[in-house]
């Protein structure tokens, strides 16, 4: 079985910055996306950032220029995701996310981090 854990989140100044962690724990088998999404209280679940095995990286035109999602070289079951000059419309739950690259409907969910940014 498959778990993903995320972890980095707390409170942040604006401006500030965090790096949020996805460790996925067990196997999996194929190609997948790795992808981060977010929750603001009372909207819906939004793509931030995901990262393929091989192409390029796609952002939210919200975050472009101040976050980066990447790969740990040394652990291929990490990924982050930077996030620099946050804003207060930055906060929310932050959920890490696996999706095969074919079939989609395969996939696996964190429980997600909070991420506040606050004055």
């Known amino acids: 079985q498959v778990q993903l854990v995320e972890s980095g989140g707390g409170l942040v100044h604006p401006g500030g910055s965090l790096r949020l962690s996805c460790v996925i724990v067990?196997?999996?088998?194929?190609?997948?996306?790795k992808n981060w999404y977010r929750q603001a209280p009372g909207k819906e679940r939004e793509f931030v950032a995901s990262?393929?095995?091989?192409?390029?990286?796609?952002y939210a035109d919200s975050v472009k220029g101040r976050f980066t999602i990447s790969r740990d070289p040394d652990a291929w079951n990490t990924t982050y995701l930077q996030m620099n000059n946050l804003r207060p419309e930055d906060t929310g739950v932050y959920y890490c996310?696996?999706?095969?690259?074919?079939?989609?409907?395969?996939?696996?969910w964190g429980h997600g981090t909070q991420v506040t940014v606050s004055s």
């Open positions: 996310n696996v999706r095969h690259t074919i079939r989609h409907s395969l996939e696996h």
């Open positions: 990262l393929a095995e091989v192409g390029p990286w796609h």
């Open positions: 067990g196997d999996l088998f194929g190609s997948y996306m």
